[in-house]
Nanobody
Framework: VQLQASGGGLVQTGDSLRLSCTFSGLAVDSINVAWFRQAPGKEREGVSCIAESDGATYYAQSVKGRFAISRDKARNTVYLQMNSLKPEDTAIYYC???????????????????WGQGTQVTVSS
């Protein structure tokens, strides 16, 4: 499977962005998909995940209520809508897939098999 992440950019505090993760070689609803982010000097952090089986969604506490993950089967794309952005959201954002997940540990990046190339999100104060 190949993943192509896009949609990052430079925005101001309070702005919104929508990230896209486009799939090739696999249907978007046939696999678990997550967004991770990594800021300079920090560990990779799980942001959100959408389950293959029923489309259930999961969020890190730091983004709950501000971010929303969704998938579009027709476009074979997973989105991350990011609202009310804060400077601490600044990071490179990656999409990743996993055939199976231990759901209590969905934020553990070691569970994921394939990764997109990342897209930079910068939020200025």
């Amino acid at each position: 499977v190949q993943l192509q992440a896009s949609g990052g950019g430079l925005v101001q505090t309070g702005d919104s962005l929508r990230l896209s993760c486009t799939f090739s070689g696999l249907a978007v609803d046939s696999i678990n998909v997550a967004w991770f982010r990594q800021a300079p000097g920090k560990e990779r952090e799980g942001v959100s995940c959408i389950a293959e089986s029923d489309g259930a969604t999961y969020y890190a506490q730091s983004v709950k209520g501000r971010f929303a993950i969704s998938r579009d089967k027709a476009r074979n794309t997973v989105y991350l809508q990011m609202n009310s952005l804060k400077p601490e959201d600044t990071a490179i954002y990656y999409c990743a897939t996993a055939e199976t997940l231990v759901w209590t540990a969905w934020k553990d990046w070691r569970q994921y098999d394939d990764w997109g190339q990342g897209t930079q999100v910068t939020v200025s104060s």
